[in-house]
């Protein structure tokens, strides 16, 4: 045991061959690599739900995921690295039904007003759902796998998708919501 403990305290939690051949191990690098993708995407869709949302509560809120997305980019860059696999995108099929689905809602509706604010957020929380079920997943496959450090990155994406899936839940809670009823 204690030489197990000494390679899962490594620096770089590099898998060993057999590891890294097997189909458990694939199968995270493969969801890794899923959530790259989503994240560089939702990265650039963002900014349009931002500019389509007539609360500037909102406005504000999907700007600063905006930043926060990006910075998920990074760890998932710092994930491949300490994995020691290339930081590569696969197309997630799931992110980029969610992603139509806001850009539907965003033609479906009317300019200017809440309920287009409340499908926005309702698209935005869809988005949350998703990436906390896989974060989570994700963090439960790595740490049985031995791979600390990106248990601890992981997490930290995980613990913010939590924060902002709150944060719309508020603004829907305390205003739009009530907005869009009286439309």
Known sequence: MATSTKKTSTKKSTPSK?????????????????MYWAEKHLAKALPKMQKN???????????????ETEAHVEALDKVFELLGEKAAGK????M?????????????TEKGTAVRDAGLIMAA????????????TLCTFAEKMGHSE??????QILN????????????????????????
């Open 125 to 136: 929380q869809k988005v949350e759902h998703y990436e906390i079920a896989s974060y989570g």
């Open 160 to 183: 913010n998708e939590k924060e902002t899936d709150v944060a719309l839940t508020e603004i829907a809670v305390n205003s739009v919501n009530e907005d869009a009823s009286q439309e």
């Open 53 to 67: 949302s007539t609360s500037k509560e909102l406005a504000a809120a999907f700007e600063k995921h905006t930043k």
């Open 18 to 34: 057999e590891m890294k051949e097997s189909e458990f191990h694939q199968f995270f690098i493969d969801g890794l690599k899923d």
């Open 96 to 108: 980029a039904g969610l992603i139509e689905e806001a850009n539907e809602i965003i033609s479906d």
């Open 91 to 94: 197309k997630c099929e799931a």
């Open 150 to 155: 990106a248990v601890t990155l992981l997490e």
